[in-house]
């Protein structure tokens, strides 16, 4: 699977996860925390080959690899209290 993550921390990142074991494919430590009290807008693009993480309408990280040709989608929110999904939706390109 692929994963893109908006972090507690100010990380921005994609990573994959292949047997078991997930492998950052590119990492933006400094990219900004989640702001409280706040809608954010994400958007993860898996378009062929090339993955695309926006954070409020602005291209955060993006990376190519051709580890999957397919798969399905999916959404998850770790330790992170008071945080709510609105319009989850998965489209075709």
Same mark, same amino acid.
């Given at each position: 699977?692929?994963?893109?993550?908006?972090?507690?921390?100010?990380?921005?990142?994609?990573?994959?996860?292949?047997?078991?074991?997930?492998?950052?494919?590119?990492?933006?430590?400094? $990219?900004?925390?989640?702001? @409280?009290?706040?809608?954010? /807008?994400?958007?993860?693009? !898996?378009? =062929?080959?090339?993955?695309?993480? $926006?954070?409020?309408?602005? @291209?955060?990280?993006?990376? /190519?690899?051709?580890?999957? !040709?397919? =798969?399905?989608?999916?959404?998850?929110?770790?330790?992170?209290?008071?945080?709510?999904?609105?319009?989850?939706?998965?489209? !075709?390109?």
């Amino acid at each position: 699977l692929y994963v893109a993550s908006f972090r507690e921390d100010g990380t921005a990142q994609i990573q994959k996860k292949e047997c078991g074991v997930y492998t950052t494919l590119k990492r933006i430590p400094n $990219y900004g925390s989640p702001s @409280l009290d706040q809608w954010h /807008h994400i958007k993860f693009e !898996a378009i =062929g080959n090339d993955l695309h993480f $926006y954070i409020d309408g602005q @291209l955060a990280v993006s990376v /190519h690899d051709t580890t999957f !040709a397919a =798969g399905a989608a999916g959404i998850r929110i770790d330790d992170t209290d008071g945080a709510y999904i609105d319009n989850w939706r998965v489209s !075709a390109p």
